[in-house]
């Protein structure tokens, strides 16, 4: 009887141990945290209005580093997809300026973010050459475009129906980009969690040479990794676009370390073959808590870098300790 009586308490033990060692789970349990301290220390920071802000200031980073968390589980980064945002967003703008009507404005930015993707994937798949190289040069190359398509003068004004993008706010209250984000981060999951291509990115980034023995076609799924991470970057430069009421050449500076340090703050390894798409989304609302936060309690922006530096460090630390106890 003491034994069929234990079954239980040892069952909810083991739920409990379960839920605690999920990465994303135990994000999401530190964002609350970091809330709560945040509304004590201001009563301006924990109000519904100032959540709801805090995601739609997440919802760029986000969408990018759901991006980069596919190519840092695959094994490799892309540096290039603050570039890729700002020429993105150029084309986008040259595409609404010409007369492309708002579906083809929106393709034309979509297709150019993934275009660039599809040189990164070429260049590291086919041509065999590191991934960092890869984005390193095409950072250079994508940001020379942006600034050429235009003599490097932003365009202003949206055509109809392109500021519900990062404008509109549904029922008057859920911000549009963060809905946008919930729609992709739920994608992204599925295709991780449940289809070929997501178990093939986790697999190349364990071991590629294991996956190929193993029949899996690494350059054709790498590609589709680079294509993927440019299609989102894109995707998040329209948002900011819309938000911004015109098209930068100049944006996009430094994103790619946002991205990175979400994906980071989010548990996925940098040596690749592991981690969470939706850690990577509770990684991003905690640097946009931060800033926030340290904003509200007029604390200099400055500290701002500072802040999400360490933070991102101390990650890639604990990373590194508990792949060592690992024997990783």
């Known amino acids: 009887m003491e034994q069929s009586a234990k079954l239980p308490i040892l069952r909810r033990d083991s739920r409990i141990r379960g839920l605690l060692s999920n990465q ?51 094994g490799g980064i892309d540096l290039s997809v603050g570039s890729i945002f700002a020429f993105s967003a150029m084309v986008t703008g040259v595409a609404t300026r010409d007369g492309f009507g708002l579906g083809g404005a929106i393709a034309v930015g979509l297709g150019a973010g993934a275009l660039l993707g599809l040189v990164n994937g070429f260049g590291v798949a086919r041509l065999g050459l590191p991934a960092f190289i890869v984005t390193l040069g095409m950072m250079s190359v994508a940001r020379g475009l942006a600034l050429l398509l235009n003599n490097g003068v932003p365009i202003f004004g949206l ?21 946008i984000v919930l729609i992709v981060y739920l994608v992204c999951w599925f295709i991780l969690r ?82 969470s798409i939706l850690a990577s989304l509770v990684g991003a609302l ?3 808590t931060i800033r926030n936060g340290l904003n509200i309690l007029g604390i200099s922006a400055f500290w701002q870098n500072v802040a999400t530096g360490a933070i991102i460090v101390l990650a890639v630390y604990l990373d590194r300790l508990r792949r060592n106890r690992q024997g990783v």
């Open 24 to 74: 994303a789970f135990s994000l999401f349990l530190i964002l609350i945290l970091m809330w709560l301290v945040l509304g004590l220390l201001s009563p301006y920071f924990f109000t519904v209005n100032n959540v709801l802000q805090i995601t739609l200031q997440a919802a760029v980073m986000a969408l990018i580093a759901a991006g980069e968390t596919f190519v840092i589980i695959s």
């Open 159 to 179: 055509i109809e129906g392109f500021k519900f993008l990062g404008q509109e706010r549904i029922g008057g209250i859920l911000p549009v980009p963060t809905i």
């Open 194 to 275: 449940y289809t070929p291509f997501g178990r093939f990115t986790y697999a190349i980034g364990s071991n590629s040479e294991a996956a190929r023995l193993s029949g899996v076609r690494i350059s054709r799924n790498l590609i589709g990794i680079y294509v993927l991470c440019g299609a989102l970057t894109a995707l998040a430069s329209l948002i900011e676009s819309s938000r911004l009421n015109s098209f930068q050449p100049a944006s996009g500076v430094g994103y790619e370390l946002d991205a990175i340090g979400a994906v980071v703050i989010g548990g996925t390894s940098l040596f690749g073959g592991e981690g």
């Open 286 to 288: 905690i640097i946009a």
